[in-house]
């Protein structure tokens, strides 16, 4: 039985062939996410919130979040967002099955 060679990667720099951004691209791209995340993600903020130390500021911050849940709930953007993480989760299955 031969043993087979053993073949290293070069390394690659995380920052090779990367443009630099200005600041306002830069900033724009962090409000964007912050509010697909507030839109998308309310069920995830919920959770965090929930698993803060206790306290006032952290009582604040569940019931504020669970107000933001029980409106996306109402108008039912929590199902749309339900309905891509299920189907993410799906392809995640198909690719990992």
Same mark, same amino acid.
């Given at each position: %039985? +031969?043993? =087979?060679?053993?073949?290293? =990667? ?6 090779? #062939?990367?443009?630099? *951004?200005? !600041? %306002? +691209? ?7 996410? #912050? !509010?697909? %995340? ?5 069920? *995830?903020? @919920?959770? &965090?919130?929930?698993? !803060?130390?206790?306290? +006032?500021?952290?009582?604040? @911050? ?5 107000? &933001?849940?029980?409106? !996306?709930? +109402?108008? #039912?953007?929590? &199902?749309?967002?339900?309905?891509? =993480?299920?189907?993410? =989760?799906?392809?995640?299955? @198909?690719? &990992? #099955?």
């Amino acid at each position: %039985m +031969q043993s =087979r060679a053993i073949r290293y =990667r070069p390394t690659v720099e995380a920052l090779d #062939g990367a443009t630099s *951004s200005n !600041l %306002m +691209q830069v900033s724009l791209s962090i409000i964007l996410a #912050g !509010l697909v %995340m507030l839109l998308l993600g309310s069920n *995830s903020l @919920l959770s &965090w919130c929930n698993n !803060l130390p206790v306290g +006032q500021v952290s009582d604040s @911050l569940v019931s504020i979040c669970q107000t &933001w849940q029980d409106a !996306l709930t +109402q108008i #039912g953007l929590t &199902w749309f967002a339900e309905t891509i =993480r299920a189907v993410l =989760r799906s392809f995640e299955a @198909l690719r &990992w #099955g």
